[in-house]
């Protein structure tokens, strides 16, 4: 079992910065990929960024350039650098990690843009 706890969500301006935190606990022994999806009011749930433990990183298009995806193994950890938010950056945004049995996720955690 893994749990992952996130945190760092709010209201913020458009332009603006946030930093989303995902801490895992549990059976981390298992993990190699992190990562953070979220979902949109009426919309699918779409992956934003993952990283591996060796650092490799992938964006979706629509955050290349704005986020910034890290992660602190000592701590078991992946964080999410959001820069010039925008309004279609609203969402829930959840922390994931895939292991080889189960796809665990986070709670969810509100980022609203304000225009």
């Known amino acids: 079992q893994v749990q992952l706890v996130e945190s760092g969500g709010g209201l913020v301006q458009a332009g603006g910065s946030l930093r989303l935190s995902c801490a895992a606990s549990?059976?981390?022994?298992?993990?190699?990929?992190m990562g953070w999806y979220r979902q949109a009011p009426g919309k699918q749930r779409e992956l934003v960024a993952h990283?591996?433990?060796?650092?490799?990183?992938n964006y979706a298009d629509s955050v290349k350039g704005r986020f910034t995806i890290s992660r602190d193994n000592a701590k078991n950890t992946v964080y999410l650098q959001m820069n010039s938010l925008k309004p279609e950056d609203t969402a829930v945004y959840y922390c994931?990690?895939?292991?080889?049995?189960?796809?665990?996720w986070g709670q969810g955690t509100q980022v609203t843009v304000s225009s």
């Open positions: 994931n990690v895939p292991t080889i049995t189960t796809i665990y």
């Open positions: 549990g059976s981390i022994f298992s993990i190699n990929v």
């Open positions: 990283i591996t433990s060796g650092g490799s990183t």
